[in-house]
């Protein structure tokens, strides 16, 4: 079902974006992750999908650096996922923006380069081309407290696209939106992913956005949190560098967009099933 | 529209000072010389103005000469304002020393979660030691140092015993402004490969402005006191404690005179919150939801 959906035809990296084998994760006696195997391939968008306390943001986590697996492998674009975190080869944008009020919008999407380094005027031309990317070059000057929920999540993606990294991390960067917010920016990270080449991890509640973002879903289940079935999803095709504006909505009202939707959701529901067998 | 508001704000004070006298000399006025005896309690004090002299009585002296016929004829408002200057540069070292402190002593706690457990008891404990207990101790462990030739002198105690009640609000207010970025924060900064220094520098130092501008505030305050307390147990000449002491003692014969030492000693503390208020525009780019 999902195999023929893996992007290595995007992948002009040649390295997969994120390799995980065997990877568990205990909290204690919390089995967080059990056993899980998962490739993210170079310029490929993967959703994790599944009911709280499955482990989905455990894996994102795992994959950042910011925990460490009890036992399996992580890769990432090659690296170890220390090495990685490192080598900022990833960006990440949690469910808050997480901005800095204190510095301004541009200020901001510098930090990262700012940590490491990175010249002032280089930083700042970089801030002003990522600000124009998400679509607030207008507001370099402004302070975070100025936007809108919607702004602010833009500004953060720019923050996390700053090192240009080939994987995006995130975490329900859309979970606090409304949703006529929240599809303009699915479409508005469409674009930018595919402007881009990164790889995106996503995590999210939502089964719409996952088929309507990814190339691949990966539904999971909890105690212990583990992949029970991988979806294709209904990722709208790139044409060079622009994303045809209605691309997303079109493939809202597709016959295809609603099978993949079913799909996930008859995925989640059995994974509910088996673990009302195990309890 | 922020020096407006600045304005408005100096007008209250005013405003609140006005009342402030008009209260005295009402209380004057209305209730009777000998204060209110009830059962042979007196509930509300003297109003003879050897009690409570009249406002104008306490400016006057001010411009009065110190000591009637002596051959310096400094006035009383002179040699308050010179006090008060002394006592405020003491005072403002004693922030300085014990601001200094205070910061090294929070970022330790933050660094090392023992420290914090170790340390912070005592941090709190050093503030219940009444203070004119410290004094001698200061004063006598000073009289046994000699840095480089440079003799302890009584002031330095001052500003020590100073410094010690203003360390205290700092290392709290730090401790708690470094301790505030919320978690998704220090893990962006972890996910940015920062160390320890860089995240101080970029996200906990500017986080606790908030926090560390109230604990100045209260600082600010604590040293003045610590000050003038210090320099009356420590029996320093100089400062604005010594003249309280030596007005106090004259006080039956010429109230007005303590009363224009103890308006010095307010408008001292005045001027170091308002001191305080210059820090705090300069950092109000940091002021979060807190301030």
Redesign the interface.
């Known amino acids: 079902m999902s195999t023929e959906a893996t992007a290595e035809t995007n992948g002009t990296h040649g390295t997969q974006a994120v390799e995980l084998q065997g990877v568990d994760k205990s909290f204690g006696s919390v089995r967080a992750l059990s056993g899980v195997d998962l490739t993210v391939g170079a310029g490929e968008f993967v959703s994790l999908i599944g009911p709280s306390g499955c482990g989905k943001s455990t894996l994102l986590r795992v994959v950042a650096d910011l925990e460490e697996p009890t036992t399996g492998t992580v890769a990432v674009t090659g690296l170890t996922a220390r090495q990685a975190r490192l080598a900022q080869r990833y960006g990440i944008a949690f469910q808050q923006a997480g901005l800095l009020d204190w510095r301004t919008v541009a200020e901001n999407v510098e930090l990262p380069l700012q940590v490491h380094g990175v010249g002032k005027a280089e930083r700042r031309r970089r801030a002003v081309e990522l600000l124009e990317l998400v679509g607030l070059a207008e507001f370099a000057g402004s302070r975070p407290a100025e936007l809108s929920g919607g702004m602010q999540q833009r500004v953060a993606i720019a923050r996390a696209l700053a090192p240009s990294p080939r994987l995006l991390l995130m975490d329900e960067p859309f979970g606090a939106l409304d949703e006529m917010t929240r599809e303009r920016m699915q479409a508005e990270l469409l674009r930018i992913a595919g402007e881009t080449g990164a790889a995106v991890l996503f995590v999210t509640h939502s089964i719409p956005e996952a088929v309507v973002l990814s190339d691949r879903v990966v539904v999971m289940s909890p105690r212990p949190g583990r992949i029970t079935e991988i979806v294709s999803g209904r990722r709208p095709p790139v044409a060079g560098d622009d994303l045809v504006p209605d691309a997303v909505e079109d493939v809202r009202e597709t016959g295809a967009f609603f099978e993949a939707v079913t799909a996930v959701r008859e995925a989640l529901r059995k994974g509910a099933a088996t673990e009302g067998h195990a309890g | 529209m922020r020096s407006r508001g600045w304005l408005r704000s100096g007008a209250w004070a005013v405003a609140a000072f006005v009342l402030l006298v008009a209260l005295w000399e009402l209380a004057k006025l209305v209730l009777p010389a000998d204060g209110v005896t009830v059962g042979g309690t007196r509930v509300l004090p003297r109003t003879d103005d050897a009690a409570m002299p009249h406002v104008w009585t306490v400016l006057a002296r001010l411009g009065a000469p110190e000591v009637a016929g002596a051959a310096d004829p400094r006035s009383v408002g002179a040699a308050i304002a010179s006090g008060a200057l002394f006592t405020l540069g003491l005072a403002l070292g004693g922030l300085v020393l014990g601001g200094i402190a205070g910061v090294l002593l929070a970022l330790l706690m933050q660094r090392f979660a023992v420290a914090e457990k170790a340390v912070l008891p005592y941090v709190i404990a050093s503030q219940t030691v009444p203070l004119i207990a410290i004094a001698p101790l200061v004063v006598g462990w000073g009289g046994k140092i000699a840095i480089a030739g440079w003799a302890w002198e009584p002031w330095a105690s001052v500003m020590v015993i100073s410094s010690y009640l203003a360390f205290f609000p700092i290392s709290v207010g730090m401790l708690r402004g470094l301790t505030s970025p919320?978690k998704?924060?220090v893990?962006?900064?972890?996910?940015?490969?920062?160390g320890w220094w860089?995240t101080l520098l970029?996200?906990r130092l500017?986080?606790s402005?908030p926090h560390v501008v109230p604990a100045v505030r209260l600082a600010a305050a604590a040293a003045v006191v610590g000050a003038i307390v210090a320099e009356i147990s420590t029996g320093t000449r100089g400062g604005i404690g010594r003249l309280i002491i030596e007005y106090a003692q004259s006080a039956t014969g010429d109230p007005s005179q303590m009363y224009a030492a103890i308006l010095g000693a307010a408008v001292l503390g005045l001027v170091a919150a308002g001191a305080v208020g210059l820090l705090e525009l300069g950092l109000r780019?940091?002021r979060?939801s807190v301030a």
């Open positions: 919320r998704a924060d893990e962006m900064f972890r996910s940015l490969a920062a860089t970029r996200l500017p986080a402005v780019r940091y979060g």
